[in-house]
């Protein structure tokens, strides 16, 4: 959870991420790849390798006052 800012509100509210896994030609053996990138993401540790995986993700961020979705990786607005 974390506070930004919402365009669809016009006011800053509670926001939570959403991480979605896109879809790669290298099947479930990515997955543990994600999943060594998810640990090392949420223990702080923004590496060379980890924004490298993060052209594997896509990653939203969720108003959750209006349902409001962002991509966020990408820095423009979803619907
Ligand atoms: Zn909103």
Redesign the pocket.
């Known amino acids: 959870m974390s506070d930004s800012y919402?365009s669809?509100?016009g006011k800053t509210?509670e926001h939570r991420e959403i991480i979605k896994q896109k879809k790669s030609p290298y099947g479930k053996s990515r997955k543990e790849q994600f999943k060594a990138f998810l640990s090392g993401f949420f223990s702080g540790a923004m590496v060379g390798g980890a924004l490298a995986s993060l052209e594997l993700i896509d990653r939203y961020v969720q108003?959750t006052?209006?349902g409001?979705k962002t991509l966020d990786n990408k820095g423009e607005e979803f619907q």
């Open positions: 919402c669809n509100c509210c108003c006052n209006c409001h």
